[in-house]
């Protein structure tokens, strides 16, 4: 409950920080913003869609892509800031993996491990999970797709999934 009240102030406050930064022009005010890890992620999130016609409008207006897009957009700062990998075409990803969704899938997080990404989430069982990870697997955008889950006292299917890059 904590992490995801953390996620929507970050998404708040990352939307804020997009939205004023044509404000923000001048001198010491500038350099710290220009520092800050909100800043770093709408720069993030404006390079991704700068790689692909795919229209910002059409994101920020569904909820659920949105949510997901600044997860991911926080694994990208992460990856970027610790070295870890320095991923492209970001938004051929992002769009792969919204696309293999479905309407069940909810996506906890996202993280990189080296070159490869790791998706946390929850399906509402196996079957759900399976087509999922099938989904992934049909956009041909991954080296390799692998996958675990467990099922939840609830009877969900929790699963990590591992998308090694091209």
Known sequence: MRQTAINYAAALLLTAAISLSGIFMSGQLLDSVRDSAFYRQSQIIGSIFSQEDTSLIQVATDTRARN???????????????????????MQTFTAVHESLGPAIEIDSFEYHGKNLVITGSAPDETEYSEFLDRLRSHNHFAQVTGNFHTTPEGRAAFEIVLSAL
């Open 68 to 90: 997901n897009l600044f997860k991911f957009a926080g694994a990208l700062a992460n990856a970027y800031v610790s070295f870890e990998f320095i991923p492209y075409n970001e």
